[in-house]
């Protein structure tokens, strides 16, 4: 995955923290200290559809093209989440017994074009 | 998106970077919300005390290097990835108590009592020293009973205690049948065999505060096979 720098607009992985001190959670949440989201942004042009990040093939990406120009009715494919890994928390519950649990899926490793 | 349209992810208008941030910031919130099955943030009205917490964890984890230990291939099973587990620590609330007998109340959370399935529970009892020789306490598991205000006995455990320190007595089988039934108070009867037994039992808070650890996973719904 490609992550995103600049003013780059191409499909990219955007790095989003989300502090729980600042949104007042740090009194149920014991760990971690916040929540690395992230996200993906930008845009996936045709001939980029089915490229997890930009490190696949050129052959594919030229067969896409083609396929692109092709098309008559082309839809462009959208820029998600190609790799997930789960988010760790160690919680106070509603009866203030202490929780530990992974949920999985929550933070975005990486972003690619559908 | 209609034929033909942009995907919605990449075409969309852009937001002011603040609003952006709320939006996301709203979203993350739910998501670990929706994720924990808890309808809004708890408040948590009575913190443990550090200590108490580096205590249990450590408990814990002793536990499982014990467990990992005795298998046969010195690892413990693992789950089927993407199955949400979870390790709970519940701490006692101090019930009622005579000079032989006293009692803690654990209290599970509803999104853990019914739609998870228990794996494993223990309950941690710190013993404070006895003196000379041994002193025979019985640990007694109560279910609530709607019917009367006792109980029902769920299991019952004699312990010849010898000296200050740890207890781990298995409480799967209890906490399973509490969760079955949707049940949320687990009542633990420590009673001793004479007058003055309960200061065996040492006191609350610090870093010996009883403490049930469990681990749960989220229910599966059964797949149906179609040949």
Not at chain 1, 30 to 49: D, T
Not at chain 2, 80 to 98: D, N, W
Not at chain 2, 181 to 209: I, N
Request: hydrophobic letters at 40%; a positive charge.
């Amino acid at each position: 995955g490609v992550d995103c720098v600049g003013d780059s607009r191409t499909c990219c992985r955007k790095e989003f923290f989300v502090d729980f001190k600042e949104i007042g959670w740090e009194d149920w949440i014991i760990q971690p200290e916040g929540y690395h989201m992230n996200y993906c942004a930008g845009l996936c042009p045709l001939h980029m559809a089915g490229i997890p990040g930009l490190a696949a093939s050129f052959h594919t990406a030229v067969l896409n093209l083609i396929k692109a120009n092709n098309a008559d009715a082309a839809v462009d494919s959208c820029c998600v989440p190609t790799h997930r890994r789960p988010l760790s928390l160690l919680y106070y519950d509603r009866d203030s017994n202490i929780v530990k649990t992974d949920i999985p899926d929550m933070i975005v490793d990486a972003c690619g074009c559908t | 998106a209609p034929s033909g349209a942009r995907c919605p992810a990449c075409g969309g208008a852009a937001l002011a970077p603040s609003v952006q941030r709320d939006v996301l910031v709203e979203l993350a919130k739910r998501s670990i919300l929706a994720k924990l099955r808890l309808p809004d943030r708890p408040n948590v009205t009575q913190p443990t005390s550090r200590g108490a917490l580096l205590t249990a964890l450590r408990r814990m984890r002793a536990q499982r290097t014990d467990a990992a230990a005795s298998t046969p291939h010195g690892t413990v099973p693992r789950l089927r990835p993407g199955v949400q587990e979870y390790e709970v620590l519940s701490f006692a609330e101090s019930g009622s108590s005579t000079p032989r007998s006293v009692r803690l109340h654990f209290r599970f959370a509803p999104e853990l009592a019914g739609g998870t399935e228990i794996l494993e529970a223990a309950l941690y009892l710190f013993w404070a020293a006895p003196g000379r020789g041994t002193r025979p306490v019985t640990v007694r598991l109560l279910q609530p009973d709607p019917a009367g205000l006792n109980g029902t006995v769920a299991g019952e455990t004699r312990l010849e205690v010898r000296g200050a320190g740890w207890t781990a007595l298995d409480v799967g089988r209890a906490l399973q049948n509490l969760s079955g039934r949707g049940g949320r108070r687990l009542t633990v009867e420590l009673e001793a065999a004479e007058d003055g037994g309960c200061p065996l039992l040492a006191a609350h808070g610090g870093s010996h505060w009883p403490f049930v650890a469990a681990r749960a996973r989220a229910r599966v719904p059964r797949r149906v096979r179609r040949r």
